[in-house]
């Protein structure tokens, strides 16, 4: 059993209304207002069983001008939409606008009802459709099958089921029940001993009982206690069905209209909105920048202000780039519809598609901004995310930022990572809590920008085996956390791109400099600390020919990589042959005394207290020796 969305539209007191309760047996006017004065304020829902058994709920939507934003609110979802037009009236005003909001929206599937057939001749009948022929030429409707009926008698309702039978058997718009849930609210109420309900139509994905999921924008993590689909109890609901589910730890107070219920973590709260805006044929006005509107999508109606890219001005029509500053958060996805309307007076201008949900400020007339829309508007979901990769080069990006940032599911965004992979297009870094993506662009930059300073740090620091690798993040990674860093500089130096020496970083083919001046000063280090065997000799004090210190420090730093000397304590150094012949003596001593002094290291090796504390220390360091309490004892580690 399928279960299909159908919504009417149509001019106020055209018997919308009246048709739902012929098709159901139910009325769909729920307040005493709307009862009291014969017209839909707010949406209404029901449903019938169609003879081959699918099940359609029906949406009644206000016809009336200033319902507009329920009638708006009302298309979410819809897989087909019945325009009811009076017989004896023909097309008004807010049949055209419905016909606009209907297009702007993306409804493709529609029936013509001309209902109230009962209070008219043949002839008029005729007449009324060959004008609604005319009106409705050019439009989504132009083709739509005709439907005579009238609901306060009977007639036509048959042949009207037949029709929505036939046009809804096979090749409706199927539902995405692949990626995650959406549902925009558009009733909330409390019944007592259930507490908070919400109603709408699940556009997307698929709800369990007992899911934990959050409402946007308010950020409330809510629990499904139970769902109904049309009145029945059901564990499970999915894409393109009317839906009521009932909350736990949220209030009433706290959801309205226009909120959406999604996985927590999958959305993302934004007032700014890239959009492409399409202006109405039949609008009688020119949106200029800085309009401001009335913004419709989804559930949500908000005032926005039309900031416009790419056009001084947007007139009936034409389209154009937009960024909309909205006055009020909401949480939506790239592809989603929207209408606007004037802010005074209240009129259907256009509507478009919003191209990116959580867009940063955009200036007015910049080419690589209206490049960037274009490939939006055109491109794949593959193609989107490439765009967001880009544009987090300095910082990387995560797979769950990407699954928040567009509202899509993680499986949609890995389906899409291994296309742009696959083409070289971006680089991909697994790391235990999430994945981690970096554009080739953004890569190549950076390799040239780090190879560019590695190589003059080189030509400046001859003597040294690169960069320090915390050096490098803090001038070329600032944003990016000591982790992700590491596997980056793996990544670069399996590529061939950098070397790495210990915790140095240098081009792939540099090698320290082992010139005249490094032969010179080497030599004299190394003599010096041979002939003081273990009387040690303080580094500062050692006089080096006809270089500056710095020079001294990195070639001494390059003995003590290669391992000819160690470092004993601060500013003394030795032969590392000494410091062993010292290990093996200590050792051996400890062999046959637990302990050890530093009066007998002093005598040991015929050297100073002051050498022999530092000797004792060194041990410390490699885990032969260890204090025992006594500054001046050792023992065996």
């Known amino acids: 059993m399928k279960n299909i969305i159908i919504g009417t539209a149509g001019h106020i007191d055209h018997g919308?209304?009246?048709?739902i309760k012929a098709l159901t047996g139910r009325n769909t006017d729920r307040w005493e207002e709307e009862q009291r004065r014969g017209i839909t304020i707010d949406l209404g829902f029901t449903y019938f069983d169609l003879p081959g058994g699918d099940r359609a709920g029906i949406i009644d939507?206000?016809?009336?001008?200033?319902f507009i934003n329920n009638?708006?609110?009302?298309?979410?979802?819809m897989d087909l939409v019945l325009l009811v037009i009076a017989a004896d009236e023909g097309i008004m005003p807010q049949t055209r606008e419905h016909v606009d909001i209907l297009h702007l929206l993306g409804i493709e599937k529609s029936i013509i009802v001309l209902n109230k057939c009962d209070l008219v001749d043949e002839e008029w009948l005729e007449l009324v459709e060959e004008e609604v022929r005319e009106e409705l030429a050019g439009t989504f409707l132009e083709h739509a099958p005709v439907a005579k009926v009238s609901?306060?008698?009977?007639?036509?309702?048959?042949?009207?089921?037949q029709i929505i039978e036939k046009m809804t058997e096979d090749d409706l718009t199927p539902k995405d029940i692949h990626t995650i849930p959406r549902l925009p609210v558009d009733r909330v109420f409390t019944l007592s001993g259930f507490g908070t309900i919400i109603t709408g139509t699940l556009v997307s994905g698929t709800i369990h009982k007992e899911d934990t999921l959050e409402m946007y924008p308010v950020g409330k993590e809510c629990k499904i206690r139970s769902i109904q689909v049309h009145g029945t109890d059901r564990d499970v609901c999915y894409a393109g069905q009317r839906v009521a589910i009932n909350l736990s730890n949220v209030k009433?107070?706290?959801?309205?209209r226009g909120c959406v219920l999604a996985p927590k973590n999958s959305m993302k709260n934004t007032d700014l909105l890239d959009v492409k805006l399409n202006v109405l044929d039949s609008s009688m006005r020119v949106l200029t920048n800085h309009s401001r509107l009335h913004f419709f999508t989804g559930t949500s109606e908000i005032l926005c202000r039309a900031v416009l890219l790419d056009k001084e001005e947007i007139g009936p029509g034409e389209s154009g780039y937009v960024q909309l500053r909205l006055e009020e958060e909401i949480a939506v996805r790239r592809g989603d519809k929207f209408v606007v309307r004037f802010y005074s007076p209240m009129e259907t201008i256009g509507g478009g598609v919003i191209l990116e949900p959580n867009p940063g400020v955009k200036k007015r007339f910049h080419q690589d901004v209206i490049d960037e829309l274009?490939?939006?508007?055109?491109g794949s979901v593959a193609d989107v995310i490439e765009l967001h990769i880009r544009e987090h080069g300095k910082t990387l990006i995560t797979l769950a930022e990407l699954a928040k940032m567009t509202a899509l599911s993680e499986q949609e965004i890995k389906e899409a990572a291994a296309e742009l992979k696959s083409q070289g297009q971006i680089q991909e870094f697994q790391l235990k809590k999430d994945t981690w993506f970096w554009h080739a662009d953004s890569r190549r930059a950076a390799t040239e920008e780090i190879l560019a300073a590695l190589t003059a740090y080189e030509r400046k620091y001859p003597y040294r085996y690169g960069m320090k690798k915390a050096e490098v993040q803090g001038i070329y990674?600032?944003?990016i956390r000591l982790n992700l860093f590491d596997r980056i500089i793996e990544f670069l130096e399996e590529e061939g791109c950098v070397k790495r020496e210990g915790e140095f970083l240098c081009t792939p083919d540099y090698q320290v400099r082992k010139d005249g001046v490094f032969d010179q000063v080497s030599s004299v280090l190394l003599d010096t600390f041979k002939k003081a065997r273990f009387d040690f000799v303080r580094y500062s004090e050692i006089s080096l020919p006809k270089v500056e210190r710095e020079t001294g420090d990195d070639i001494l730093n390059i003995l003590l990589v290669e391992g000819s000397v160690v470092k004993v304590t601060e500013d003394m150094y030795t032969l590392k042959d000494y410091m062993e012949e010292a290990r093996q003596a200590i050792s051996a001593h400890l062999a046959d005394d637990p302990v050890i002094t530093i009066a007998q290291v002093r005598d040991m090796f015929q050297t100073s207290r002051k050498s022999a504390k530092p000797i004792l220390e060194y041990m410390d360091s490699i885990k032969v020796t260890k204090k025992t309490g006594a500054e001046s004892e050792r023992v065996a580690y």
């Open 61 to 66: 939507v206000p016809g009336h001008e200033k």
């Open 252 to 256: 009433k107070k706290e959801i309205a």
């Open 374 to 378: 274009k490939r939006k508007e055109s």
């Open 71 to 77: 009638m708006v609110a009302g298309v979410v979802g």
């Open 151 to 161: 609901a306060a008698t009977g007639q036509g309702l048959e042949e009207l089921i």
């Open 477 to 479: 990674f600032q944003k």
């Open 16 to 19: 919308k209304t009246t048709l």
